[in-house]
């Protein structure tokens, strides 16, 4: 079974298992300014079980190299659990060229185009055992190819078996490119990212991981070096490299020296990636920018000792020892610094019209350059444009995308198929002095994908820096805003009112906090986060996670539901516990009402309440009559007069009498025991006098006897 879709969603989703030769390719067609590219290749879906697929590369990265013979490999991979008997492939060349991207797209996905087919040449193929792969190279001399005009043409590859064997028909199909006599100038945007688990600032932990020899951001950074690409890195990278200070990873800051001498063009991301677009439609008067950062600061990272100079004293006066001096601490703007940053440059996500370009410039003061898809302009334009006085740089939107899913592939023959497409997308540009590609938001490439697919475009266009591509003579264009990307910016920037509200309550809360940075800021980073261009498509989802955070942490201090209460006595303090789930001490205000006067109680009690615990609090109270059953409301508050968290109400049973009547009781015994006392000691003593008289009588009795 052969599928013959090759769009690009499709194509993202394929791993193809089989091992593709390059070496030939490399010996006969090795141009100039590459070094030893591998060719461009075209696969149906990864096989399952049961079935056949075949796939082809051509030329270099699919274009055709002037004067030199075109090799293409034909790999055939069998999925089923029977031999695949030998059989012969057959290459074709449509001549007619296709004339822009929805005619490439249509081609790729259907395998239908305009104009007839003729044979470049034919091999045999060897037979494949069961669950094998094999390849077979079909070589086309220049003579056949023959002589033709730039663009990109339909090629395809169809595998016969011999006779006896089921007849099936396989094709797989690609694109050959013929470049254009004078290449035009292409620029290569590459984003550099990294997402915390919290949110906030990177952890030491997660700089570790990311920026040792086989972590992400290495990655991301051996994929560039050496390439012409601009950098778009998001500052909080840095920013929480510098936070560390002498605590930071030494990966980490090796990383950080390396960022700043790559000798590639780059500008800085809005902090956590921020979407422009969603803040402009917001409304908002500024654009949004982190909190402070003090709070992600460790002073006794930053202490530096120094040793003051010793006077002229005797050979036996030791020498003084050096003594820590009050830190400097890093501003925000030097934790955020990206070194030799291009400045005043927005990348947001698509949706722009020209009232956000105004706002743009309003917010950061200078005339910003903003970077657009092609889909956002109403006629093709090249890649610098001029759109009502603001400066626009277009990546090609269709080549923008399959490039993008090469430098994700992690298979070589699915990643060539992908920057075959890419690179005819760049072709069917039409004339145009420079052009530009901007790679997805992507945190998982791996380096050997990522400079292999900037080196690609070197096949049809000449790479420059984006600062050249900046200061390039524009054209003027239009916006077109799609109505689907309207209306998602309209949807964004709904939802980002609401989590401002939010943010506005968190402030509010926070006033608990000896420093209530310490949770804001954070929460901002969060909210950048959230609007982040790389997670737009999970946006609505983020948000209401998001919600439901921040009404925990709004929940996170109260007042213990309360167990119902006897009170025996006319004065005696109800115990109240006020619970702390932050893990930062707080200070609240218990306000304690009764429902009615026969209870007073004491009305407010500040209250200490340490992190993460329950803090017990004693409310003194005084009944004013015998006894009844009342409530007891007990409410917090801030220092600012905040209400926290949700009030709880107590039943209080008063039985302030039996106070009274124990009382009674109790002296009613003492008396009746004290008179027991008083009339056992006079029974005592009379007994003990009787038998004193009796004792004497016989005495004297005794007396006279004996007489």
Same mark, same amino acid.
């Given at each position: 079974m052969i599928t013959p879709r090759f769009g690009r969603r499709v194509r993202a989703q394929r791993r193809a298992r089989g091992a593709v030769v390059f070496a030939l390719a490399a010996a006969l067609v090795a141009a100039p300014h590459l070094v030893s590219p591998p060719p461009a290749s075209a696969a149906a879906d990864a096989p399952e079980d049961g079935t056949v697929e075949i796939s082809l590369t051509t030329g270099v990265h699919g274009v055709a190299q002037p004067g030199s013979s075109l090799l293409t490999t034909v790999t055939v991979e069998n999925g089923t659990e029977e031999e695949l008997s030998a059989g012969r492939v057959e290459l074709e060349l449509n001549r007619t060229a296709l004339t822009d991207g929805a005619a490439l797209t249509a081609w790729l996905d259907s395998g239908e185009t305009p104009g007839a087919f003729a044979s470049l040449g034919t091999e045999e193929s060897e037979a494949v055992a069961a669950s094998e792969t094999s390849t077979t190279s079909v070589v086309t001399p220049v003579g056949v190819l023959g002589a033709l005009p730039a663009g990109v043409y339909p090629i395809r590859v169809n595998l016969t078996e011999d006779a006896g064997s089921p007849a099936t028909a396989r094709t797989a199909q690609s694109v050959l490119i013929v470049e254009d006599a004078v290449p035009a100038q292409v620029t290569v945007l590459v984003p550099v990212t990294a997402t915390p688990a919290d949110g906030g600032l990177l952890t030491a932990e997660e700089l570790t991981a990311l920026t040792a020899p086989d972590g992400a951001l290495t990655a991301q950074l051996d994929g560039v070096a050496g390439t012409s690409a601009s950098l778009a890195v998001d500052p909080l990278i840095p920013a929480a490299i510098r936070a560390l200070g002498t605590a930071a990873p030494t990966s980490a800051l090796d990383w950080l020296d390396r960022l700043e001498t790559l000798p590639n063009d780059r500008f800085s991301l809005q902090p956590g990636d921020a979407d422009a677009t969603t803040q402009s439609r917001a409304g908002l008067p500024a654009i949004l920018n982190p909190l402070p950062l003090g709070s992600y600061l460790d002073p006794a990272n930053f202490a530096v000792t120094s040793t003051p100079t010793p006077a002229p004293t005797s050979a036996s006066t030791p020498t003084p020892s050096p003594t820590p001096t009050d830190p400097e601490l890093p501003t925000d703007a030097e934790l955020m610094a990206i070194e030799r940053e291009s400045p005043g440059v927005l990348w947001p996500t698509a949706g722009v019209d020209t009232a956000d370009l105004t706002n743009f410039n309003e917010w950061m003061e200078t005339d910003v350059t903003t970077i657009l898809p092609s889909t956002s302009l109403a006629a093709p334009a090249g890649a610098v444009v001029d759109i009502d006085g603001s400066r626009v740089l277009v990546t090609d939107a269709a080549a923008s995308a399959a490039l993008s899913d090469a430098a994700a592939e992690t298979d070589d023959t699915a990643r060539e198929q992908n920057?075959?497409?890419?690179?005819?997308?760049?072709?069917?540009?039409?004339?145009? @002095?420079?052009?530009?590609?901007?790679?997805? *938001?992507?945190?998982?490439?791996?380096?050997?994908? /990522? *400079?292999?697919?900037?080196? +690609?475009?070197?096949?049809?266009?000449?790479?420059?820096?984006?600062?050249?591509?900046?200061?390039?003579? @524009?054209?003027?264009?239009? %916006?077109?805003? @799609? &109505?689907?990307?309207?209306? =998602?910016? +309209? &949807?964004?920037?709904?939802? #980002?009112?609401? %989590?401002?509200? =939010? &943010?506005?309550? /968190?402030?509010?809360?926070?006033?608990? #906090?000896?420093? @209530?940075?310490? /949770? %804001?800021s954070p929460e901002r980073l969060r909210l950048l986060r959230l609007l982040g261009v790389r997670d737009a498509e999970d946006y609505a989802t983020g948000v209401d996670a998001h919600r439901i955070a921040t009404i925990t942490t709004l929940d996170s201090v109260g007042v213990q539901e309360p167990s119902p209460i006897q009170l025996f006595t006319s004065a005696a303090p109800l115990p109240v516990w006020v619970r702390n789930d932050l893990p930062w001490p707080v200070n609240v205000q218990l306000t304690a009402k009764p429902s009615d006067a026969r209870l007073d109680v004491q009305p407010s009690t500040d209250v200490p309440a340490g992190a993460a615990s329950n803090t017990r609090v004693k409310v003194p109270v005084e009944a004013r009559v015998g006894s009844g059953s009342l409530t007891v409301d007990f409410s917090l508050s801030s220092p600012t007069g905040v209400q926290i968290g949700t009030d709880q109400t107590a039943s209080v049973t008063v039985r302030a009498e039996w106070e009274n009547i124990g009382l009674g009781i109790l002296g009613g015994v003492i008396a009746l025991l004290l008179v027991l006392g008083i009339v056992r000691t006079i029974v005592r003593r009379r007994r003990d006098s009787a038998d004193a008289g009796t004792d004497a009588a016989a005495a004297d009795d005794f007396a006279a006897s004996g007489e």
């Open positions: 920057i075959a497409e890419g690179l005819a997308h760049l072709a069917l540009t039409g004339p145009a @002095p420079s052009l530009l590609v901007g790679l997805d *938001r992507n945190e998982a490439r791996t380096a050997d994908a /990522l *400079r292999e697919t900037i080196l +690609s475009v070197s096949s049809i266009a000449d790479p420059t820096d984006f600062s050249t591509l900046r200061t390039a003579s @524009p054209q003027s264009a239009t %916006l077109r805003v @799609p &109505e689907s990307d309207a209306a =998602d910016s +309209s &949807e964004r920037a709904a939802k #980002l009112e609401t %989590l401002l509200a =939010d &943010e506005s309550r /968190l402030t509010a809360f926070s006033s608990i #906090l000896d420093d @209530p940075l310490v /949770l %804001l």
